[in-house]
């Protein structure tokens, strides 16, 4: 894979690799926080069927929390599905399992907490995930952004609950991008297109966010650049621009190493987490 950001730090080992961000690093002694890649059957899908999925899923909590410390049994995973709803986790569910597919975080893409031990975690597979730290306030958060969270803004939902719930100062907030599907190869037509330049066309940056790259089939392509239009809002919202920690990394560009629905070709595809923990 290619390496574009010296802002990451991607942990190869025999049956599991992840990726880590060098600023959040820097604060290992707070928090802990990975991002996994593919390698081992990293996968974190349950793919409709809890059944079959659940024991490979703990298996590979239990893997990831193994290497950083963590006990997997503080997971807190929401039901995501593509809204902008962001919501704060005040403590585990379930006692003796994680949780996981509950109706109690159905239709929640983003979570705070400010509580220790508690693991949130977030998936995607070409999607934006955020991993997100208040250092002088100690609150974390893990975000799932992908075209239509990013339309919906819950980066700016995530950062206004910060700051109102918890205090934070957007000049201290850290926010970590994973990989995810990149302008190289997000290509859509007109449905995602037009939205797009409505919601962020006051930015006066539709030029580079939209990239018309002509017809296909008699309809017109473009590319859009989902994770230009994330640091735009975080900009604006007075998140510092060191503090914007972006891997650069497209996870179609390396769908060998890195889960990705669109590498897939329409065949199941797995997930990925990003996960943080204040310990
Ligand atoms: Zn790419």
């Given at each position: 894979m290619k390496n574009l950001s010296n802002?990451?730090?991607?942990?190869?080992e025999n049956d599991i690799a992840y990726l880590q961000y060098k600023?959040?690093?820097?604060?290992?002694?707070?928090?802990?926080?990975?991002?996994?890649l593919k390698k081992g059957n990293m996968d974190f899908s349950l793919h409709g069927s809890i059944e079959n999925y659940h024991d490979i899923v703990i298996e590979n909590y239990k893997k990831i929390c193994g290497k950083l410390g963590l006990n997997y049994i503080n997971v807190v995973r929401p039901y995501q599905t593509h809204t902008n709803n962001v919501q704060s986790i005040y403590g585990k569910i379930n006692k003796d399992d994680i949780d996981i597919a509950l109706d109690e975080l159905k239709d929640i893409d983003g979570v705070i907490t400010d509580k220790k031990e508690i693991i949130l975690s977030t998936l995607n597979a070409d999607c934006i995930l955020f991993l997100i730290f208040d250092p002088k306030n100690k609150v974390i958060a893990s975000v799932h952004s992908g075209w239509k969270g990013t339309l919906g803004k819950i980066i700016e939902n995530t950062i206004n609950k910060m700051v109102e719930e918890y205090n934070s100062k957007p000049e201290d907030i850290l926010v970590a991008i994973s990989p995810s599907i990149r302008k190289c190869h997000f290509e859509v037509h007109d449905d995602v297109k037009i939205p797009y330049e409505e919601t962020f066309k006051y930015t006066n940056r539709l030029n580079e966010i939209i990239e018309p790259i002509g017809e296909v089939d008699g309809k017109q392509k473009y590319k859009i650049d989902t994770v230009l239009v994330n640091k735009i809002m975080l900009i604006d919202m007075g998140i510092k621009e060191e503090n914007i920690l972006d891997?650069?990394?497209?996870?179609?560009c390396n769908c060998d190493q890195i889960h990705s629905r669109r590498?897939?070709?329409?065949?199941?595809?797995?997930?990925?987490t990003a996960m943080i923990s204040l310990i």
């Open positions: 802002d990451v730090v991607i942990h190869v600023k959040l690093l820097e604060y290992d002694d707070i928090i802990k926080h990975a991002y996994t891997c650069e990394i497209c996870s179609l590498g897939s070709n329409g065949g199941l595809f797995g997930v990925g």
